[in-house]
């Protein structure tokens, strides 16, 4: 089905302690991701960049100015990208970093009800009480459904942006302490890499739609962490035994088949630590196969 596309990149970093995921827009872009979306029959428009503040200037030193150029960052966001959402297109977010799903989830679900099937190493589910590093970029989940920060909450109208039953998520394999006690009790539904590995991404895949079946649209976020650092080198924070590269896009595949996907981040890639551009190359052809590429 082809479908009109914007995509509009968020060089964004401050989330994290690690510089370099802001230059993940500029990756995907240089590994052509406009050319292969079009070459499937879509019609796609490149939106730019939004601005973002550089981590070393004054307005982002210290953790209470950083959150605040998060949410309004985020804030930007949503702004950029709800007409678009209105007008039935498909919405690709480029980040930076995961703090910036803030604001793409909010502009998402200004359509009405909508699942998240948040694909990552990580379940970002930290609040600043909790988390043992302070980086944002570990909070937005727990922001997306209420928690933590006031203006991280309110990106977009007051309140939380989801409920727990509205996500799955896909790929954990690394959770703090509290954070894992949090995640326990919080309603989300996740499936970790042992459940991957126990039952294959196939089965994974559909019961995450199932448990989803009562929302009309989904948000996928992709954390290029969820694969496994030998088919993803180049990001933020690696995590051994991820995803391969077939069950990244066999999952993708059946996402799409689905027909129910209306918007995507993909986060966390890092050049810097890439090889050849390979990371950002991946997220192409995983975008692809959400959006329609088969062997057949």
């Not at 029959?41 to 200037?57: F, I, Q």
């Not at 480029?94 to 009800?113: E, F, K, N, Q, Y």
């Not at 009309?216 to 976020?221: A, D, E, K, W």
């Not at 090889?275 to 062997?295: F, P």
């Amino acid at each position: 089905m082809q479908r009109e596309i914007r995509i509009l990149g968020v060089p964004m970093d401050l989330g994290t302690n690690r510089r370099g995921v802001d230059t993940g827009p500029s990756a995907v872009r240089y590994a052509n991701l406009k050319a292969r979306l079009e070459q499937l029959g879509h019609v796609v428009h490149d939106e730019g960049n939004v601005a973002v503040l550089n981590p070393e200037e004054r307005a982002a030193r210290g953790s209470d100015k950083r959150q605040h150029a998060v949410a309004a960052i985020c804030q930007t966001v949503y702004e950029r990208a709800v007409p678009w959402i209105a007008d039935d297109n498909f919405a690709i977010f480029l980040g930076g970093d995961h703090s910036m799903s803030i604001g793409s989830v909010a502009a998402a679900a200004t359509r009405g009800p909508i699942g998240m099937i948040w694909i990552d190493a990580h379940s970002d589910f930290n609040i600043p009480e909790t988390s043992p590093s302070g980086n944002i970029h570990g909070m937005p989940v727990a922001a997306i459904i209420g928690e933590g920060p006031e203006e991280l909450i309110n990106i977009g109208s007051p309140g939380p942006t989801l409920k727990p039953a509205q996500i799955v998520q896909i790929g954990i394999r690394n959770l703090d302490t509290i954070e894992r006690e949090r995640l326990t009790r919080s309603g989300i539904h996740v499936f970790t890499m042992r459940h991957v590995d126990e039952f294959g991404i196939g089965v994974v895949a559909r019961q995450a739609l199932d448990r989803l079946r009562h929302l009309p649209r989904l948000h996928v976020s992709l954390d290029m962490d969820s694969l496994d650092p030998a088919e993803a080198p180049g990001v933020g924070t690696p995590v051994p035994g991820g995803l391969t590269y077939r069950e990244a896009h066999l999952l993708m595949e059946i996402l799409g088949d689905s027909g129910r996907v209306e918007s995507l981040d993909i986060v966390e890639i890092n050049p810097i630590l890439d090889d050849r551009n390979q990371t950002a190359e991946l997220s192409v052809g995983l975008t692809a196969s959400l959006l329609g590429q088969r062997i057949l």
